[in-house]
Structures are given as C-alpha cells and as structure tokens.
C-alpha cells in the first residue's frame, strides 16, 4: 500500500500502526515525514497483511496557525 498527501499540503507526518486502537503499544508499521525528495509532503510505502487491521494517521508537523486550514489535505491511497 502506498500512501501519499499532496504536494500542495501543510508540512505533513504519515504514520501506519497495526493492532487495537486502544492498545498500550500499537506496532508502528512505518512513518514518514518529509518524502526526500525536498518537499514537506510525506509519502509512505508499507507491506500489509490480509485480515490485520491498520490505522492511517496523517498528522501536522507543525501547529496549525489561525490562517491554516486543517482540512486542506489530501490523501492518497494506492493498493498494488
């Protein structure tokens, strides 16, 4: 699976986690920040299992100002 937010978009965290939401210690999957590439938006390509349940976290590295919109992301989702 291969998540992405728009290059567009705040500066952007992506992180996928397995195991109950309520967990202690959910197992983080993986995380990205920044894609490497020299922008603020995150990809993040992770192998997945059929039958676990994972949650996807997009997250804001920085506080969001008053001038921000908080819902101006976008996310990608790629299943290959």
Known sequence: V???TAEASP???LYVRSGAC??????????N????????????TVAVTA???YFLVVDN?????ATDD???TTLTVSVE
Do not use: F, H, K, Q
């Open 51 to 53: 039958g676990t349940e």
């Open 11 to 13: 500066d952007t965290v």
């Open 70 to 72: 908080p819902n101006s």
């Open 33 to 44: 920040d920044d894609n490497g590439a020299g922008g603020l938006w995150s990809s993040l």
């Open 61 to 65: 590295y920085s506080p969001i100002t």
């Open 2 to 4: 291969t998540l992405r």
């Open 22 to 31: 309520e967990a202690a210690s959910p197992v983080e999957v993986g995380c």
